[in-house]
């Protein structure tokens, strides 16, 4: 039984050690030489093929530094692997909002309507990891209640997926609770 437990704690240590933090990155926003960095992973990464001609490490990198959430997502987000994907979706969120909101109001969104539709968006787009397996999903109860309370609008209206609001309020004394429950 002892053997077993030991062999089941080299398990855990050894998949910890390859499930690390792969994709589980800060994106590198501000860095026009990202798709060459050693930890890129994924679309729009460039590192030379030795089966051709041309030296693909030598390509321009895409410019990330004007995706929408650029300004909003310094954590760490899985979705370093796929930040090409994740622009595209979060812009056409934020346009898809943007369009609704001024349909049900005359004028331009405030500024804490934009910050708090920024925020909702880029959360939703570059969800928090603190690893390749342990991601955060769900969007603070207090962005998505921001959100619906300067905005006007909920994040199931235009969100391509749906809404990923945590709707359990979490304060001090009920966190862990509530990170576990998802």
Same mark, same amino acid.
């Given at each position: 039984m002892a053997n077993h437990a030991a062999l089941i704690?080299?398990?855990v240590i050894c998949i910890s050690y390859v499930q690390a933090n792969k994709c589980c990155n800060v994106i590198p926003w501000a860095d026009p030489e990202w798709c060459h960095a050693s930890n890129c992973n994924g679309l729009g990464c460039q590192f030379d $093929? +030795?089966?051709?001609t041309v030296d693909e490490s030598k390509t321009q990198c !895409?410019? #990330?530094? &004007? %995706?929408? %959430? @650029?300004?909003?997502?310094?954590? +760490?987000? &899985? $979705?370093?692997?796929? #930040?090409?994907?994740? %622009? &595209? !979706?979060a812009q056409a969120d934020y346009e898809a909002a943007r369009k609704k909101i001024l349909a049900k109001q005359s004028g331009? +969104?405030? !500024? !804490?309507?934009?910050k708090a539709l920024s925020l909702s968006i880029c959360s939703y787009h570059f969800p928090t990891c603190l690893n390749d397996v342990i991601q955060y999903d769900k969007i603070c109860h207090s962005t998505c209640s921001a959100l619906n309370q300067t905005c006007s609008i909920t994040l199931d209206e235009f969100a391509q997926v749906g809404s990923r609001c945590n709707l359990k309020k979490v304060d001090s004394t $009920? @966190? @862990?609770?509530?990170?576990?429950s998802g």
């Open positions: 704690g080299v398990l $093929n +030795p089966d051709t !895409e410019d #990330i530094s &004007k %995706c929408f %959430c @650029a300004a909003v997502a310094a954590w +760490p987000s &899985k $979705n370093f692997c796929t #930040i090409l994907r994740s %622009c &595209k !979706e331009n +969104p405030s !500024e !804490e309507c934009v $009920n @966190a @862990a609770q509530v990170r576990a």
